[in-house]
């Protein structure tokens, strides 16, 4: 094996979400940060916003989830295979998850 090369699955042995969604962190560098993140039913607090320093590129690889972004007219509904660009401090929040089967995301932070 090449020394430094790692890999995994980001779909099978899911760790148990349902008490608090779960953040693994799979690379980070200067430059960028990639996260698995897993949902079962959770969704931002009520009137809580992101806004981040970094863009964003959200991934959803399993379940779904609504995703509401700050100056548009409606939630945008996502299921396995969407994605969205967030742009730095681009204000966001989620609105739903689905529990099962669980919500799993690939956040890559730029």
Request: charged share 20%; proline share 6%; aromatic share 6%.
């Amino acid at each position: 094996m090449t020394a430094g090369v790692r890999a995994g699955t980001l779909l099978a042995g899911l760790p148990d979400a349902t008490a608090a969604e779960r953040i693994i962190p799979l690379l980070a560098t200067p430059g960028a940060r990639i996260e698995q993140i897993i949902s079962a039913g959770q969704a931002s607090p009520d009137g809580f916003w992101y806004d981040q320093e970094q863009a964003e590129f959200v991934l959803l690889l399993a379940g779904t989830a609504d995703l509401r972004i700050a100056g548009e007219a409606r939630t945008r509904a996502l299921r396995a295979g969407d994605y969205v660009v967030l742009p730095a401090h681009c204000r966001h929040r989620v609105e739903r998850t689905s529990a099962e089967p669980p919500t799993v995301w690939l956040a890559v932070h730029l």
